[in-house]
């Protein structure tokens, strides 16, 4: 504890720390070495333990059991939470979350390349849009100023037969019909 107390209360600092450890509430009346003195406490844990296992499915099987031995009044004195290995599960949600961030990566790479061989730029996507509408006997896009960006956006107006489809997933329900835009930088971001 002097070791833990000492990493932080360090030379040179102008107010001391408060160093709290966290005890049961029995702590004053029960036996050396029982499991009442850390009964309050490890309900806690105990119930800490129990929701992580209802939020994640799972929790660390060796913390789980030396908490439920320890609750039972036997506890393993050999046990040290610093030796308990990070769950497979963690590390393999770590894996996923790599590769999903690498597949991302890679993707956006692919647009950016078949975008330069087709030689499509924003213009190119903004004017192919402004004839089917055309074609299409549809009303023209409507340019406005976005406010946050001062960049041209465009409002859809209201679109007809099967155009209509095209625009569902433009409404948000707290602000209404999205402008869309054709450009690489939209609000700021790239």
Known sequence: MEQRAGRIDRYGQTHPPQILHFVGAHWKNAPPES???DLDFLTRVAIKVATM???LGSVNPVLAAAVERRMLGRPDKAFRVESVQPRSAARDALKVERNLRAEADR???ALAESAHELH???ADVERVVRV???????????????IHTR????RVPPLTGSWARTTVDLVDHDYGARPISFDDVVGGKT
Do not use: I, K, N
Request: net charge negative; charged share 25%; proline share 6%.
């Open 132 to 146: 089917g509408l055309e074609l299409g006997r549809q009303s023209a896009l409507q340019p406005v100023t976005d």
């Open 120 to 122: 499509s730029t924003p």
């Open 151 to 154: 960049h041209t956006v465009w």
């Open 35 to 37: 499991a009442e003195a």
């Open 53 to 55: 296992r209802e939020d």
């Open 107 to 109: 993707l956006r790479a």
